[in-house]
């Protein structure tokens, strides 16, 4: 456990009729944000916008003794890596007196989360009445907006550069080379990518969400514990238009993924694919002695064995 390089994550979750892009803005017509894909469009939220949920779950999780800063009004963060788990995991440009500016990449990649169905033939317009306007008589009245919403079963993922969590890298100008450097205790880096991997199970700021509830956590995960950075988990999941999963393809990739895998965890609730696909992939993952479980205990377990893992 111990050459652990990286964590990577995949998931898919099904949404209800919503809309889930962040800024609400102050426009009447709220679109979602759509890819297009041989002239079909696919709803798709941006990776930015799942970092945000991300970085506020984990926000909401914290004890009173750890710390997240909060952006200034020029956006910029504390920089404190040993401090600050905000800009630690997800990385910050910020300027520092007589130094300039200083960039940090995150060691937390988080993709898009990608509608897998079209646009067309899974979506509405919604109106919600929005009360914030004040007239001249001060009197508070509302506004229609309409708002696209949309089902559909999302794809997302996010990968850990475990060696970069608590880390810096320090050049060493005469050799021209990078050595990554440990500026916290271990433990508290794992606690810290315990975090991360908590966070996922609670997902729940998307904006909207103040007028429309919906649960956008994993309904099927795939969790691998690698000893090569690598971000081949995420084409583990393939569904075409009526949700018939690529089987052959997440046998492939799976098994290219455990060659360098210490451990990998599943979850999947019942009724999200199909009858034959959920048969297919609980035996997939019996042949290699792995425990099919919820979303929730596979995130669990995998947040666990980081702290049972021996020093
Ligand atoms: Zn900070």
Same mark, same amino acid.
């Given at each position: 456990?111990?050459?652990?390089?990286?964590?990577?994550?995949?998931?898919?979750?099904?949404?209800?009729?919503?809309?889930?892009?962040?800024?609400?803005?102050?426009?009447?017509?709220?679109?979602?944000?759509? $890819?297009? *894909?041989?002239?079909?469009?696919?709803?798709?939220?941006?990776?930015?916008?799942?970092?945000?949920?991300?970085?506020?779950?984990?926000?909401?999780?914290?004890?009173?003794?750890?710390?997240?800063?909060?952006?200034?009004?020029?956006?910029?963060?504390?920089?404190?890596? +040993?401090?600050?788990?905000?800009?630690?995991?997800?990385?910050?440009?910020?300027?520092?007196?007589? =130094?300039? /500016?200083?960039?940090?990449? !995150?060691?937390?990649?988080?993709?898009?989360?990608?509608?897998?169905? +079209?646009?067309?033939?899974? !979506?509405?317009?919604?109106?919600?009445?929005?009360?914030?306007?004040?007239?001249?008589?001060? =009197?508070?009245?509302?506004?229609?907006?309409?708002?696209?919403?949309?089902?559909?079963?999302?794809?997302?993922?996010?990968?850990?550069?475990?060696?970069?969590?608590? +880390?810096?890298?320090?050049?060493?100008?005469?050799?021209?080379?990078?050595?990554?450097?440990?500026?916290?205790?271990?433990?508290?880096?794992?606690?810290?990518?315990?975090?991360?991997?908590?966070?996922?199970?609670?997902?729940?700021? $998307? +904006?909207? #969400?103040?007028?429309?509830?919906?649960?956008?956590?994993?309904?099927?995960?795939?969790?691998?514990? #690698?000893?090569? $950075?690598?971000?081949?988990?995420? =084409?583990?999941? %393939?569904?075409?238009? %009526?949700? *018939?999963?690529?089987?052959?393809?997440? *046998?492939?990739?799976?098994?290219?993924?455990?060659? $360098?895998?210490?451990?990998?965890?599943?979850?999947?609730?019942?009724?999200?694919?199909?009858?034959?696909?959920?048969?297919?992939?609980?035996?997939?993952?019996?042949? =290699?002695?792995?425990?099919?479980?919820?979303?929730?205990? /596979?995130?669990?377990?995998? /947040?666990? !064995?980081?702290?049972?893992?021996? %020093?």
């Amino acid at each position: 456990m111990n050459d652990l390089k990286g964590i990577s994550m995949v998931w898919l979750s099904e949404t209800d009729l919503t809309n889930l892009n962040a800024g609400e803005g102050e426009s009447n017509y709220i679109d979602v944000k759509k $890819y297009k *894909k041989d002239g079909t469009e696919y709803p798709y939220v941006s990776g930015q916008a799942m970092r945000f949920y991300l970085r506020e779950a984990i926000r909401r999780n914290l004890s009173e003794d750890e710390y997240m800063c909060v952006p200034d009004d020029k956006g910029e963060t504390c920089g404190d890596i +040993s401090k600050c788990i905000n800009c630690d995991l997800f990385g910050f440009m910020t300027t520092v007196k007589g =130094k300039g /500016a200083i960039t940090r990449v !995150s060691p937390v990649k988080v993709s898009p989360a990608i509608g897998l169905f +079209s646009f067309d033939e899974n !979506s509405n317009v919604d109106f919600l009445t929005r009360r914030h306007r004040i007239t001249e008589s001060s =009197k508070m009245e509302g506004d229609i907006v309409n708002v696209e919403v949309g089902t559909n079963i999302y794809k997302d993922g996010i990968s850990i550069d475990l060696l970069r969590v608590g +880390s810096e890298e320090i050049i060493d100008e005469d050799n021209r080379t990078v050595k990554i450097e440990p500026k916290i205790d271990k433990n508290i880096i794992n606690s810290r990518i315990q975090k991360v991997i908590e966070g996922i199970g609670f997902l729940s700021d $998307y +904006s909207k #969400q103040a007028r429309l509830l919906t649960d956008f956590t994993p309904d099927a995960i795939a969790i691998s514990f #690698q000893n090569r $950075y690598s971000h081949r988990l995420q =084409k583990l999941f %393939e569904l075409n238009e %009526e949700g *018939k999963l690529n089987t052959e393809r997440f *046998k492939q990739i799976l098994d290219e993924v455990e060659e $360098y895998s210490d451990q990998i965890f599943f979850g999947i609730i019942s009724g999200l694919l199909n009858k034959e696909d959920e048969k297919f992939v609980k035996d997939v993952f019996k042949e =290699k002695g792995i425990e099919v479980k919820t979303p929730k205990e /596979a995130l669990d377990d995998a /947040a666990l !064995s980081l702290t049972t893992k021996p %020093e």
